[in-house]
């Protein structure tokens, strides 16, 4: 899943598109594409600890011109929007049609987005985390952190099923409330998401989890995060939510090569 922010307040500088430059978007997923993205994952308000979220009209006037140039561009290619307003939702499957939703707060910021994913029959990324983007920091406080996440996806399997959402996908959140710590161990037992007879989805490409205990930057995190992104598939990743899509793929087929 090659990353896509339609932001100029992404973590990650390299990430950043822009808010007007849709010619950059088409350009930048036409690289991601060739270099074997499976999914594009489209977000036009960005999410990062700290941050405030902008309003959903300017999510959706970044978010429009980009998404119709590349569906038209790449008629085949998966497209996920990350988003946790049903508004939006609702928006983006009157535009383009089917789409996965990338939900950073699994319904739970939004009490019209598990039945409105339901009523559209889409596919759906519940990701766990506590608070907002401003409070989530405060919120790292658990007894045990993995099964308190597990936990946590089993009533979102419930609601999900109240809601007609049959198709989900399971993501720990790393980053996302959980001191570095925490991060490295749901990311040791990341086996243990195989209960939940779900694919999971593990995005931590250039985190803070991986570039502060080194003492570097997002942007030297690369070799670093394929070696985290190596130990993610021996844990059962299905999806790898990732900036470098190159890099991601060599570190796959790798990993294929390894256990054919």
């Not at 920091?137 to 993995?146: E, G, R």
């Not at 490295?184 to 991986?210: C, D, T, W």
């Not at 030297?220 to 992104?229: D, N, Q």
Request: hydrophobic residues 45%.
């Amino acid at each position: 899943m090659g990353i896509l922010n339609l932001t100029d307040d992404s973590f990650y500088s390299g990430s950043r598109i822009g808010t007007a430059d849709t010619a950059r978007a088409v350009r930048k997923a036409e690289e991601m594409v060739a270099e074997g993205a499976d999914i594009l994952d489209f977000g036009a308000c960005s999410t990062r600890p700290g941050s405030i979220p902008v309003d959903p009209g300017t999510e959706w006037k970044r978010l429009s011109p980009a998404l119709r140039a590349v569906r038209d561009a790449f008629p085949g290619i998966r497209i996920s929007v990350d988003t946790f307003r049903s508004e939006v939702v609702r928006r983006v499957h009157d535009l383009i049609g089917d789409f996965l939703v990338n939900d950073i707060s699994a319904g739970e910021d939004d009490p019209a987005m598990l039945e409105t994913v339901g009523e559209l029959s889409l596919s759906y990324v519940a990701m766990h985390k506590r608070g907002t983007p401003a409070t989530m920091d405060s919120l790292a406080i658990y007894d045990d952190v993995t099964a308190e996440v597990l936990r946590y996806f089993r009533e979102f399997a419930a609601k999900a099923e109240r809601a007609g959402i049959t198709d989900w996908i399971a993501d720990p959140g790393f980053g996302f409330a959980k001191t570095a710590a925490q991060n490295y161990e749901l990311l040791q037992n990341l086996p243990a998401f195989g209960v939940l007879g779900k694919p999971v989805l593990v995005g931590i490409s250039r985190k803070s989890m991986i570039y502060k205990p080194l003492g570097i930057t997002p942007e030297e995190a690369l070799p670093a995060t394929s070696a985290l992104h190596l130990e993610a598939l021996r844990g059962g990743a299905s999806i790898l939510r990732v900036h470098d899509v190159a890099a991601a793929v060599q570190v796959v087929g790798l990993y294929r090569l390894l256990n054919p």
